[in-house]
């Protein structure tokens, strides 16, 4: 099994910063992709960022310029800089990542971790 945890959420006033940190472990043989999701109540869970193991990051519209997506293959950890929050970005915020587990399968499978909690207040 592969876990994932992250840390770093909190209450921050609007225009402030957050670090969020994701680490995976387990049965991990490559990770393709890693990158954050949130769900904000009663809204659907939506796409915040992906990087992917060797090319671009990717980041919803209503984040970029604001939020960085970096990771450390190394040690299998993703981190989303978070800069000039707004109330609108508060939301529970989900680690994922695609697992390739076995050199001998080809299959990415889909890891979530159990979520942190990020609030602005205005």
């Known amino acids: 099994q592969v876990q994932l945890v992250e840390s770093g959420g909190g209450l921050v006033r609007a225009g402030g910063s957050l670090r969020l940190s994701c680490v995976a472990s387990?049965?991990?043989?490559?990770?393709?992709?890693m990158g954050w999701y949130r769900q904000a109540p009663g809204k659907q869970r939506e796409l915040v960022a992906l990087?992917?193991?060797?090319?671009?990051?990717n980041y919803a519209d209503s984040v970029k310029g604001r939020f960085t997506i970096s990771r450390d293959n190394v040690e299998n950890a993703v981190f989303l800089q978070m800069n000039s929050l707004k109330p609108e970005d508060t939301a529970v915020y989900f680690c994922?990542?695609?697992?390739?587990?076995?050199?001998?399968?080809?299959?990415?499978?889909?890891?979530w971790g159990r979520g942190t909690q990020v609030t602005v207040s205005s």
């Open positions: 994922y990542a695609g697992v390739r587990r076995e050199a001998a399968i080809s299959r990415l499978d889909n890891y």
């Open positions: 387990g049965r991990i043989f490559s990770i393709n992709i």
């Open positions: 990087i992917p193991s060797g090319g671009s990051a």
